[in-house]
Nanobody
């Protein structure tokens, strides 16, 4: 059974940082591209960042490029999202997902972790 469990969300001021973590199980983590997606209240899902199975290739949405960094540790079956220079518009539920790069499609998604950036 595939499980993706996110953690690390919370409240933060603009300009602050947070690190999200996703622990994966139930599939061969090192063979899968992974991504972070988010959904703000009243808005559609947005693909935030993606990373190839070996971590060599990453991709970011224009809205977070230069501020967020996606990383993975295949030995720990863990995905990370380091978020710097947070803005109020980054407020959303953040989800870890298993799926190909360059696409909004995903096979599995976790339950999410809430990030709130407030002034």
């Amino acid at each position: 059974q595939v499980q993706l469990v996110e953690s690390g969300g919370g409240l933060q001021r603009p300009g602050g940082s947070l690190r999200l973590t996703c622990e994966a199980s139930g599939f061969t983590f090192r063979e899968n591209s992974m991504k972070w997606v988010r959904q703000a209240p009243g808005k559609e899902f947005e693909r935030v960042a993606g990373i190839s199975p070996d971590g060599a290739t990453t991709e970011y949405s224009n809205s977070v490029k230069g501020r967020f960094t996606i990383a993975r540790d295949n030995s720990r079956k863990t995905l990370y999202l380091l978020m710097n220079s947070l803005k109020p518009e980054d407020t959303a539920e953040y989800y870890c997902a298993r799926g190909p790069l360059g696409s909004d499609y995903y096979v599995d998604r976790g339950r999410g972790t809430q990030v709130t950036v407030y002034s």
